[in-house]
């Protein structure tokens, strides 16, 4: 899709229309070393984050006058996380610009947590870069507009894993567990699936371009099977395992 799309969607006009290409291109898309690092977007990404994390630290320093440095700590990570980001790029449309090799389009990548919020990250970068600060903290205030009215001291957003650690922790579980059942792709985009065990019964499988990003994908699923279903659930699923265990005996 041409990417004066996208101008229109975030209301930007580059001025240097490379900068937004490389913001969009995934590693994959250039295979040939022979490219230069700048034509594909971790450098940007890189340099997005450090803007982001700037640009919400200050609306929170300067607009919860009252928080003390742990709840804006807390508020900056629920808002500036992986989940977070993707909602954001899945907003503006942004996989439907993302280049990247046919493989990665045919599983999916595009539509990968991780990859999206990369995107996202090297957009805000290549914004900062073209237009300068006052423009890309107007785009990330106005985008992340609604995710930062969600957030209160008494309503944080937190990561998938630390939700979850802290649901298992009120039921007197033991810790989530994360278990390495696969790794698939090349060398340099590998695809990480985990398990996830809560109380030692299997509840999700997760995936990503990182471990991490494999364990908050499996979390996050685990916290919507088990919001559905209850923790009755994981109750019921070892008294079936045990069951089926005594009449093996």
Avoid: C, W
């Avoid at 996208?6 to 229309?17: G, H, P, R």
């Avoid at 595009?110 to 870069?129: V, Y």
């Avoid at 298992?168 to 590998?190: D, E, S």
């Amino acid at each position: 899709m041409e990417l004066n799309y996208l101008e229109e969607i975030i209301e930007i006009d580059f001025n240097d229309k490379n900068l937004l290409r490389s913001a969009l291109t995934h590693k994959s898309f250039l295979n040939d070393q022979k490219h230069d690092l700048s034509e594909f977007n971790q450098r940007l990404e890189f340099l997005g984050d450090s803007v982001l994390s700037l640009v919400i630290s200050e609306y929170l320093f300067n607009n919860n006058l009252n928080d003390a440095e742990g709840t804006l700590t807390d508020k900056r990570s629920g808002l500036v996380n992986e989940l977070s980001l993707a909602s954001i790029a899945k907003s503006i449309d942004l996989h439907k610009f993302i280049l990247m090799s046919e493989d990665e389009y045919e599983r999916k990548g595009n539509a990968r947590s991780s990859t999206l919020a990369d995107a996202l990250e090297a957009l805000i970068g290549a914004i900062f870069l073209d237009m300068g600060y006052k423009v890309v903290d107007k785009f990330i205030l106005k985008f992340m507009d609604k995710a930062i009215n969600n957030i209160n001291s008494k309503n944080i957003i937190k990561d998938p894993k630390s939700r979850l650690q802290e649901l298992v922790q009120a039921q007197g579980f033991k810790p989530p567990k994360y278990l390495l059942i696969n790794k698939t792709g090349p060398a340099h985009m590998p695809v990480f699936e985990v398990q996830v065990e809560v109380n030692d019964v299997f509840i999700a499988i997760g995936s990503g371009e990182r471990k991490l990003n494999s364990q908050q994908d499996g979390a996050a699923k685990a916290i919507e099977i088990l919001e559905k279903n209850g923790f009755d659930f994981i109750n019921k699923k070892k008294s079936v395992f045990r069951r089926f265990f005594n009449n093996l005996k």
